[in-house]
């Protein structure tokens, strides 16, 4: 029965330390995943390179050589307490000791024997209160320890630095070493100055480092593993900032990679209200931006590819039917022809729109600059637009000034822009509309201005009209570049292109020029307003 008891405690002893072991293996094993997770970027700080690397390299260099500075003033400092503290005393204690005993020495006996001073230096080291925190020693004039506080007669030979030091000195030395017995002391000897004898007497008090290094060597581990603690403490939060800033970024890589692949669909989910938060914001904004370029893109290919094809498709058609018919049918070849040197006149404005549209991309719209009449030219381009207005049932109104306002300007280009000011405001003005075209000066600005009452374009697309392939109106006409064309060539005139416009009730158009100084320009117009009306 006991046996059995003995071998159950015994197997309980064992599941026991069993279950222990077990329990200490998992805590091991999870405290390494956690440590091999959190120091995870520095194994990919030396197997790759980035921003992790160039981050722990700059923090752990300046970090180690700040640590490795503060250790090293640390040790000084603490040397310098304890051991400076200790020697310090330990000298004013000697100093005051040598002279209180050759004090006491002198009135006791005028002319001091060895005797005599053995004796004395006897009762003085039986009253010496602190025998147990030093070791105080006579020396002869021969350099013999006479009497110690030990008890002990030291062993003949015993090394003295501070002994020979003070005899050299004539008044004291210090030493800081290890004695006979391998252990860590400070010496100091003063000599006494005794009537009456040759050589040198002296005190000498010996202290053991040995409790100061022990303090010594704790306080420096102590700094040590306050640093190791620093260190661990700042690699972790190193470690948890690296990851905040690089996965991030490497999200952002890949995410830029896509857009740069065409998926302008993609979006980061923004995480911190930060500089990496604004910079997805950027990257989301970008994409957008893009999107909506890309679609303008495709819609202006698809433009560009309906409207050329329209003209084409008219020419190639008419000219089929001119060659077909026979040389009898004069009327019909008369209109197809005519029908074709239209189409060839529209094709031939849409191909020098797509011109000037990418000499503005590249920079390159060249402005001939000459004083000229804007009067003159606002004119031939109503004139220009007469007939149309008359078959399409619309009213063209222009208000001409009486005199002449001259302008610094390239003819051409600022009647294309009158072209397309008015050619805009008829295309979107119904049949029995109104157009109005006028001038004002105010402020040597002198402001142009087209007048419709048509469908009027939406608030929320007035600002984007200006952008290129942008088009209000996907059912017109147009390759949705001809504002952007414009603008451009008004902001190289120092003008403005302003468009004013509200849903519904009609859009006014501005075009600003600055007037020239000369004003030798004179208008050949009689009237004060101008009218293409129609005529049933």
Known sequence: MTEITNETSENREGNKNDKLKEKLGKFTGALGNILKHLFLPYREMIRGKGITRRWLFTTFSLLGTMLIVIFIISVSLINSFYYNNIKQVLDQRAEVTSDYFAQTAFNSYAAMNENDYRLSAQAFVEGFADKDKMEIQFINGRGATLVTSTGFEPPEGQP????????????????????????????????????????????????????????????????????????????????????????????????????????????????????????????NAMAAELALSENAKNDFISSVSHELRTPLTAIKGWSETVLMCGTEDEAMIKRGMGIIIKETERLSGLVEQLLDFSRMQSGRLVMNF??????????????????????????????????????????????????????????????????????????????????????????????????????????????????AVADEIIRKHNGEFIIDSVEGEGTNVSIILPVARQTGLTSDKNSTESEVINNE
């Not at 260190?231 to 830029?256: D, E, G, H």
């Not at 606002?378 to 008359?390: S, T």
């Not at 402020?443 to 392939?469: A, E």
């Open 160 to 283: 003295k630095p501070d002994y020979e030091e003070a005899c050299k000195n004539g008044d004291h030395g210090a030493w800081n070493g290890l004695n006979e017995n391998n252990e860590h002391v400070y010496a100091v000897s003063y000599i006494l100055e005794l009537p009456n004898y040759k050589g040198y007497r002296a005190i000498r008090m010996i202290v053991s480092l040995e409790p100061t290094d022990a303090a010594v060597r704790g306080n420096i581990i102590l700094i040590s593993v306050i640093m190791l603690v620093v260190l661990l403490f700042i690699s972790l939060t190193s470690s948890y900032f690296i990851r905040s800033i690089v996965n991030p970024v490497k999200t952002i890589t890949n995410i830029a990679g896509n857009i740069a692949g065409g998926d302008f669909s993609i979006r980061l989910e923004k995480q911190h209200d930060d500089e990496i938060g604004d910079l997805m914001d950027s990257i």
């Open 370 to 483: 000459q004083l000229l009449d804007i009067v003159a030219e606002i004119d031939d381009v109503v004139f220009m637009f007469a007939e149309k207005a008359r078959k399409e049932d619309k009213r063209l109104t222009f208000y001409e000034p009486e005199q002449a306002i001259p302008v610094m300007g390239d003819r051409d280009r600022l009647k294309q822009v009158i072209i397309i000011a008015i050619d805009n405001a008829m295309k979107y003005s119904e049949s029995g509309g109104e157009i109005y075209v006028y001038t004002s000066v105010e402020n040597d600005r002198l402001t142009i201005g087209v007048r419709d009452h048509g469908c009027g374009i939406p608030s929320d697309q007035l600002s984007k009209v200006k952008q290129k392939f942008y088009k209000a109106n996907t059912e017109k006409g147009g390759f949705g570049i001809g504002l």
